[in-house]
């Protein structure tokens, strides 16, 4: 610790000691150890035991899960930023995917849609703080886990320190940590945080914890420059890794079971978070780095809406207010936005859509969720008490200040304010659905007292929980207690505006020190007061609608949840100084976005984006709002019986038309010609390896993994050579590709069967009957195309389950122990680890011929192919593909994401489509599993104004062929919007490919 910041701790504790105590409690007095403390390296980001504090200031950091790499359009980064600050939030994790950095080792590229610097730049400009995530490893549902490919094949055992993979990850560490570096904090960029590892939570004997690992590792990313904390996420709070600056958990309470979403698990969060951070590292912050925010949904899932149910309003409020309940002071969201797993992202266990269910969809939609995480990030915001509270009664909540059993409060209290308390009831079961009566029974500035005080009770939903504030302060304003929440207040014009809520129709009791009369000044709610000791006001009411109440200087807004979800509270800058602004001075109503407001010469200048028709009404400063305007469209403006403005927005959304991709002009080739009998695989590579350090033995003469050869993703192929010895009546083989992948088989150019897939296994041995025996001594070849589903992940330290080979893991010939295959060759992606396409990434192609070719590429030239629509498809097994182009003409100043969509094809079902937007692989759809079948694709991946070029490969795995069933284009929605102008992301056109077999 340097001296400014000895003097800085001292005069915070000085200022904190300083402060009246409560006197009705007898809290503890601080002690030297409350001390803020620093990594010795910089002092913007420092934290104490209660939080983190950036510049100085103490704060909330309430963060959401993005990942660049899964929105490969730099443009929209800034929509999607802002959208989370909207909302409340105020920081962004973010993980680096180490495996498209550097897809052969010691070649790093950052280019095209893996540049980070966009993101870095959207972020500062959005008023958002980053905490960078580059692993190495980040499990993340991503292929490998994050790892690059030739991980498979190098020796030593990974996320350990042995030398082989301290090698392999220090160019990576060298490249992505300067990277960050250069945007940190201390040089004015927005990166606050930087985790090393990822959940180092869980090894395989003989394998333990490697504390040499973590401490090389951590001094690696220093090394390169970093000098803000470093920090981790164990899986649970269980003490691993500790030796970073800010240690922290991750927590999936309820699971992702998206196909029973109304099964929760009974215990939301489990007290003994708390237990185990006092255990652990009671002197820092009670840091959440990731807490559930949606779930993933694997091949053959409900879908991801059910995922959006699994974890939606209610669950935020139940399991997101449990970890307030524990003065977690950190906590990060994983995902705010999903995004897609384009191209071969994916790892096994996950389909082309990562949108998560999360509260930002694929399409950066807002879900309802949305609505309701912005109410309590705002109440976080604002509520300055939070930060220094502790809870009082872990482990004996059950019952605690109600008396009903069924619930759990948990009393929190500011112990260094010594003032405001909070108390967070909820279910004891959250599994359950009944709704709790209720009366609480708190201690106050007035001495006990039992609420509500007017008459009647309080009710908990099912699946709800509140918090229920004590001593509140709003500007002026004493909230000496409420059972409605607080979503936000602000003082305005001298007058504190404090906006509660709750349920429809629920029963509510919101006490402030006042000596005058309260009225109703707006809305048909009706009132009932009680004058409480020491000039304490009660006033009771429902939670219906909207009613807004006058109590000398302040103005309650009495909402109901609906009503609620409509507020915004605006800073009016976004610059990272204002971040977190304790109040925001404006307050608006209504509208699907608010994304900022600003005040010019008595102009309130917001913007936003409306799906409907809004009259707003705007709770700000007389003066600063003579005139209003909304997206630079000026707007008429009266004012509330209130005094607050009132002004009507209507909106036109533009009609566009997509077009119908059934009455386009198709065109179609052949993409299998690879058994047809002149076709040459003497460019491919020859499988010969005679032995590896992958940890799946080997049972074959020569190793058939294709990573051993460099090929990493998409579809593999392979050909083996053979001189019949005449009795072969059958070719057995296992071949493994994850789960949900597939494969067929042919015999020179008979097609012999497919295992189709379904969505568990992960390998299958098929016997694949040959009808007639070839000739004896004549040569033959078996070609088998199969489906690479992503790499396993690596999870389990030393499991090496990531080298899970993608390839052929035994063969034999049924009547022929003789026959022996003289010449193996396989191919995947034109150039494997040495990939063609640097725009579009090393996992964008697969192996099919097309791809090879680069006909999923626009302005190759289809004019010598036949005519032939993918809703026609093919009569026998086999790989066609087919490209067509249409122009698109959305306007500017909307926000209409667009998506394809398929439907089930019931007859000849199985089969297995690619799709390509502008050369981006944007879908993978295996009709014979799902669930996906709309595959949204961004504006600048589409071409929104002009050209498209879009193309669908379509594997037929039975003998009768397929069709897609139906293929069109569809808006998702509606929005006239404000984001910042999208620009499309490179997408070279194709040219000849050198060598291209
Ligand atoms: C966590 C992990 C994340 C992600 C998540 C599930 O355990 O750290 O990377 O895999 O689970 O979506």
Known sequence: MNFLLILYSLLHLTLAHGLSRHPLRNRRQLSATDGIQSNGLQNNVTWDKYSYFVNGKRLMLFSGEVHPYRLPVASLYLDVFQKIKAMGMNAVSFYVFWGILEPKKGDISFEGFRDLQPFFDAAKKAGIYLIARPGPYINAETTAGGFPGWGTYTPGIWRTSNASYIDAYTGYIKAVGAKIAANEITKGGPVILVQSENEYSGWQAPYSEDYEYEKKLKQAFIDTGITVPITTNDAWPGGHYTSVDVYGYDSYPNGFDCSHPTTWKSDAVPESFWSAHQQYTPNIVNAVYEFQGGAFDGWGGSGYDTCAVLTGPEFERVFYKNEIAMSTTFLNLYMIFGGTNWGGIAHPGVYTSYDYGSAITEDRRLRDKYYELKLIANFLAVSPAYLTSRPQNVGSSQGAFTGNSALKTTQLLDVVGNKTAFYVIRPADASLNAVQQYKLTLPTSIGNVTIPTVGGTLALNGKDSKIHVVDYAAG??????????????????????????????????????????????????????????????????????????????????????????????????????????????????????????????????????????????????????????????????????????????????????????????????????????????????????????????????????????????????????????????????????????????????????????????????????????????????????????????????????????????????????????????????????????????????????????????????????????????????????????????????????????????????????????????????????????????????????????????????????????????????????????????????????????
Do not use: C
């Open 476 to 997: 002026s304003t004493t909230v000496v207690y409420s059972s409605a929440e607080i979503a936000t207040w602000a003082t305005i014009d001298g007058k504190d505006v404090i906006i509660l809520y709750g349920s429809a129709g629920e029963l509510h009791e919101t006490a402030i020190k006042s000596s005058s009369t309260p009225s109703v000044v707006s809305g048909s709610g009706t009132i009932k007061t009680k004058s409480l000791s020491g000039g304490v006001l009660a006033i009771q009411y429902t939670t219906t609608g909207q009613t807004v109440v006058q109590v000398g200087n302040t103005l309650l807004y009495v909402l109901d949840r609906a009503n609620a979800y409509q507020f915004w509270p605006v800073t009016p800058t976004s610059s990272l100084n204002t971040i977190h602004a304790d109040t925001g001075s404006v307050i608006v109503k209504g509208g699907y976005l608010l994304r900022s407001a600003s005040t010019i010469s008595g102009t309130l200048a917001l913007t936003g984006d409306l799906n409907s028709t809004t009259t707003f009404e705007i709770i700000a400063p007389t003066a600063a709002a003579q005139k209003v305007t909304f997206n630079g469209e000026s707007l008429d403006v009266s004012k509330s019986s209130h005094g607050t403005i009132t002004a009507k927005k209507t909106i036109t959304l533009p009609d566009v038309k997509l077009p119908d991709l059934s009455s386009l002009t198709w065109k179609k080739a052949d993409s299998l010609p690879e058994i047809s009998p002149s076709y040459s695989d003497a460019a491919w590579t020859t499988a010969n390896r005679a032995s590896t350090v992958n940890p799946t033995t080997p049972t074959t003469p020569v190793i058939l993994y294709a990573g051993e050869y460099g090929y990493h993703t998409g579809n593999i192929l392979w050909r083996a050579h053979f001189t019949a010895t005449g009795t072969e009546t059958a070719f057995k083989v296992k071949v493994m590709g994850g789960s949900a992948f597939g494969y067929s088989v042919w015999l020179d150019s008979t097609f012999l069967g497919s295992w189709e897939g379904d969505s568990v296994r992960q390998d299958y041995e098929g016997t694949f009957k040959i009808a007639t025996s070839p000739k004896k001594g004549s040569s033959h070849v078996i070609t088998i195309l199969q489906d690479h589903m992503g790499y396993e992940e690596d999870w389990i330290v030393g499991s090496e389950t990531f080298k899970g080979p993608r390839g052929i893991i035994s063969y034999s010939f049924v009547g022929s122990t003789g026959t022996k295959v003289d010449t193996w060759k396989v191919t995947g992606n034109l150039g494997g680890e040495s990939y063609v396409d640097k725009t579009r990434g090393p996992l964008n192609e697969g192996g099919l011929f097309a791809e090879r070719q680069g006909w999923h590429l626009p302005g190759f030239d289809d004019a010598s192919w036949v005519p032939g629509k993918p809703t026609e498809g093919i009569s026998s097994a086999g790989v066609a593909f087919y490209r067509t182009s249409f122009k698109l003409d959305v306007p500017s100043g909307v926000d209409y994401p667009i998506a394809f969509a398929v439907s089930n094809s019931t007859t000849n079902p199985h089969y297995r489509a690619q799709f390509y937007v502008n050369g981006y692989q944007f879908g993978k759809y295996v009709n014979s599993i799902g669930p996906q079948k709309v595959f949204p694709v961004p504006q600048g991946i589409l071409n929104y104004q002009g050209d498209n070029t879009f193309a669908v490969s379509l594997w037929a795995e039975k003998a009768t062929g397929a069709k897609l069933n139906s293929l069109k284009l569809q808006l998702n929605a509606k929005i006239e919007s404000s984001m910042a102008k999208v620009a499309s992301q490179p997408a070279p056109a194709w040219s000849q490919r050198k060598g291209a077999y």
